[in-house]
């Protein structure tokens, strides 16, 4: 069972990236997968989430209007398009599994079951 995130890097403000998030050795049909990020010195912070039969999306304030989360359960990944990044944004990105749907009012502190590596993005000038 595993979790790979991948498509970090280094961007510059107002550049864009895609990270991906492939699962293996689970059917990715059956949960809702979390983007997370954790700057040095922070706290981990949920950023955006997509729930597993509705496809409920849900983020976090800061990235409303510049992230876009996606699933293509046939690739079994689970995409975040980043647009407009800023120095803010900064950090380490994870992307975690939980069973069954993820809910706007809890998702961010939910149980995952499953955790990715992380990948690493760096926005600078």
């Known amino acids: 069972v595993q979790l790979q995130a991948s498509g970090g890097g280094l961007v510059q403000p107002g550049g864009s990236l895609r990270l991906s998030c492939v699962a293996s050795?689970?059917?990715?049909?059956?949960?809702?997968v979390g983007w997370f990020r954790q700057a040095p010195g922070k706290e981990r912070e949920g950023v955006s989430c997509?729930?597993?039969?509705?496809?409920?999306?849900y983020y976090t304030d800061s990235v409303k209007g510049r992230f876009t989360i996606s699933r293509d359960n046939a690739k079994r990944t689970v995409y975040l398009q980043m647009n407009s990044l800023k120095p803010e944004d900064t950090a380490v990105y994870y992307c975690a599994a939980r069973w069954g749907n993820l809910y706007g009012s809890s998702w961010q502190t939910v149980h995952y079951d499953y955790w990715g590596q992380g990948t690493q993005v760096t926005v600078s000038s």
């Open positions: 050795g689970f059917v990715l049909d059956y949960y809702g």
């Open positions: 997509i729930s597993s039969s509705d496809r409920s999306t």
